[in-house]
């Protein structure tokens, strides 16, 4: 191998290992967005555009609250 494609294929190594401790490492955060009368479509779109994560309804004591699951920000 020449130097240029021993040199090139360390590169590649190395941005993919930075890349894979980068995602890795977060975590993520959770945070109920409408806490009574949640219908699918509206958590979805809240979660989304107010987190850029993703929502779903769940039963709270026979009330349907709103869960988004977003990635934290550090």
């Known amino acids: 191998m020449t130097k240029a494609s021993i040199f090139a294929l360390f590169m590649i190594i ?3 290992g930075m890349v894979m401790q980068e995602t890795q490492g977060q975590q993520m955060c959770h945070a109920l967005a409408i806490k009574s009368n949640c219908n699918d479509g509206a958590c979805t ?4 555009l107010k987190w850029k994560g993703s929502g779903s309804c769940f039963s709270n004591q026979q009330v349907y609250s709103c869960l988004c699951n977003f990635p934290c920000k550090i």
């Not at 779109?45 to 989304?48: D, G, M, P, R, T």
């Open 14 to 16: 190395f941005v993919l």
């Open 45 to 48: 779109n809240l979660c989304k």
